[in-house]
């Protein structure tokens, strides 16, 4: 069963539902979503609008190899074991964003980590066991005081 079926199962409207998975930033609002549109334009669209406003996002692949001597070497954030990446998978884009803060520190500047699991335009939150994986990762960043979330295209 998935969330959908669940929020029907409950009488939870469509709406309803898509308001609540914004507010836990397992959907991103995007007006300017484009239902044919890749992975890739949005990730392409997503961090041209970062750099835009002064961020940096970087591509974070994430996975695991062989190597010739028979050995594995796995790469990318929280991907440290098979178990912590079925639990945490970090997001397609990672970076940060600079921040002013007030009223202390009025005028001083701090990075923010910024972390995005781009998705193509159509998407929607489905609550498969990757797109947990991928929220339990948004929701650390943004407990610890990050900027994280879904997105379809907007920044």
């Given at each position: 069963?998935?969330?959908?079926?669940?929020?029907?199962?409950w009488?939870?409207s469509?709406?309803?539902?898509?308001?609540?998975?914004?507010s836990l930033g397992?959907?991103?609002?995007?007006p300017?979503?484009?239902s044919?549109e890749?992975?890739?334009?949005?990730?392409?669209r997503?961090r041209?609008?970062?750099?835009?406003?002064?961020?940096?996002l970087?591509?974070?692949?994430?996975?695991?190899c062989?190597?010739?001597?028979?050995?594995?070497?796995?790469?990318?954030l929280?991907?440290?074991s098979?178990?912590?990446?079925?639990k945490c998978?970090s997001?397609?884009?990672?970076?940060i964003?600079?921040i002013?803060i007030?009223?202390?520190?009025?005028?001083s500047v701090?990075?923010?980590?910024v972390?995005?699991?781009?998705?193509?335009?159509?998407w929607?939150?489905?609550?498969?066991g990757r797109?947990?994986?991928?929220?339990?990762?948004?929701n650390?960043?943004?407990?610890?005081?990050?900027d994280?979330?879904?997105?379809t295209?907007d920044y």
């Open positions: 069963m998935n969330i959908h079926t669940w929020a029907a199962n009488g939870i469509a709406p309803a539902l898509d308001e609540l998975l914004q397992a959907m991103s609002p995007d300017a979503l484009k044919g890749s992975e890739a334009a949005v990730q392409t997503v041209l609008d970062a750099s835009k406003s002064g961020g940096r970087w591509r974070n692949n994430v996975g695991a062989e190597t010739t001597t028979g050995s594995y070497i796995r790469y990318g929280a991907n440290e098979t178990a912590i990446n079925k998978k997001s397609d884009l990672i970076g964003k600079p002013v007030e009223p202390r520190h009025v005028g701090i990075g923010q980590f972390a995005r699991e781009v998705k193509h335009g159509a929607k939150y489905a609550a498969t797109e947990v994986a991928q929220l339990n990762f948004l650390l960043v943004n407990a610890m005081g990050g994280a979330k879904f997105t295209g």
